[in-house]
């Protein structure tokens, strides 16, 4: 059977299942949440994920700076370690890079990596250096803290489901560069594109220079977390089969920018699909019962059985299909 044909979720717990009983040392929990727990001996739980990003599967080169890949790669493993409601600690970075990669380019992206440590408070502990034959493979792990992680299978019928902040800006970014066809310089006065430049840049951001979301005052709530890095309809899927629990979603509450919502039908998209399935928002959604505070948005709740279903504003409830991004699916959107 191809890797094409088992589909990413399928792939996992297949993997998973290959090593369920092999628990050894202080490995509390392993494949299955955002980042693995590890105990340790004066207490506490170490947290430790990877990320890479492939060229021609999760960047082009002709669409982002050295800098921005640099900043990115950092982001979205720390949103791992957020997701864990923990902190970062220290970043090592495996880099697979053709011979001809010119060393300003290097420069460029530890540019981007550097700022990225300073605003999550890590440090680069090391790492490895490849030659590559063909396309550019950048990976980071970052390994940190948490005091009481908080898993995927923690999540109980009658619990609220939140998010915390906007989706579907960075999938809409994402288009507005493939219509501009180059990199974007974000300090520019104005860039010439589909829309005025003041609509564009914050969804351009959004997905150039993502900002991981720090988990606030309502971590004390949360039940069950997981980033939303490949769309919320996948994502939420993932924290349900592992809590072994349903969903009903809120159409009407879904977070949306302003921006988002005045760009999407220029660009012949659906503000609503680009929330659900879009994917790399790198927000937190949770699942939290009794008063929840600080920055979090309620979109609906956690049900019994496995069902994962949509209120929509005439009051059916439709099934909500987990069309995110899915690895080894030969289209984006395929479960």
């Known amino acids: 059977?191809?890797?094409?044909?088992?589909?990413?979720?399928?792939?996992?717990?297949?993997?998973?299942g290959r090593f369920r009983d092999l628990r050894r040392g202080r490995l509390l929990r392993g494949i299955g949440d955002d980042a693995a727990v590890i105990g340790l001996p004066q207490g506490g739980k170490l947290l430790a994920t990877t990320d890479l990003m492939a060229e021609g599967v999760h960047f082009d080169l002709k669409l982002e700076t050295p800098y921005q890949l640099g900043f990115k790669l950092v982001s979205l493993n720390?949103?791992?370690?957020y997701a864990m409601g923990g902190s970062p600690l220290q970043v090592l970075l495996a880099l697979a890079l053709p011979p001809e990669t010119d060393?300003?380019?290097l420069d460029m992206f530890m540019d981007g990596v550097r700022n990225a440590l300073d605003l999550y408070g890590?440090?680069?502990?090391?790492?490895?250096?490849?030659?590559?034959?063909?396309?550019?493979?950048?990976?980071a792990t970052v390994?940190?803290?948490?005091?009481k992680p908080v898993l995927r299978s923690g999540a109980r019928a009658g619990d609220w489901l939140y998010v915390t902040g906007p989706l579907g800006d960075s999938a809409c970014g994402l288009e507005l560069l493939k219509k501009i066809g180059r990199p974007v310089d974000l300090?520019?006065?104005?860039?010439?594109?589909?829309?005025?430049?003041?609509?564009?840049?914050?969804?351009?951001?959004?997905?150039?220079?993502?900002v991981a979301r720090r988990p606030g005052a309502w971590l004390k709530s949360a039940?069950?977390?997981?980033?939303?890095?490949?769309g919320l309809a996948l994502d939420l899927k993932r924290l349900c089969i592992e809590s072994g629990v349903g969903a009903l979603v809120d159409m009407e509450s879904l977070p949306v920018s302003a921006a988002m919502r005045k760009a999407a039908p220029v660009l012949g998209l659906d503000p609503l699909e680009l929330a659900l399935s879009g994917g790399e928002d790198y927000e937190l959604l949770f699942a939290g019962r009794g008063t929840v505070r600080g920055r979090a948005i309620r979109i609906g709740e956690?049900?019994?059985?496995?069902?994962?279903?949509?209120n929509c504003p005439d009051g059916k409830k439709m099934p909500l299909e987990p069309k995110g991004y899915m690895h080894f699916n030969l289209n984006k959107g395929g479960g």
């Open 1 to 16: 059977m191809r890797l094409s044909a088992l589909g990413e979720l399928a792939l996992v717990e297949r993997i998973r």
């Open 78 to 81: 720390v949103s791992d370690i």
């Open 103 to 105: 060393t300003g380019f």
């Open 122 to 139: 890590a440090s680069l502990a090391g790492g490895d250096l490849s030659g590559s034959t063909d396309a550019m493979t950048l990976t």
């Open 143 to 147: 390994i940190g803290q948490a005091a």
């Open 187 to 210: 300090h520019a006065k104005s860039v010439r594109g589909p829309l005025p430049w003041k609509t564009m840049k914050p969804l351009i951001e959004r997905h150039v220079l993502p």
């Open 223 to 230: 039940r069950a977390m997981i980033d939303i890095s490949d």
């Open 302 to 310: 956690i049900v019994k059985g496995k069902e994962i279903r949509m």
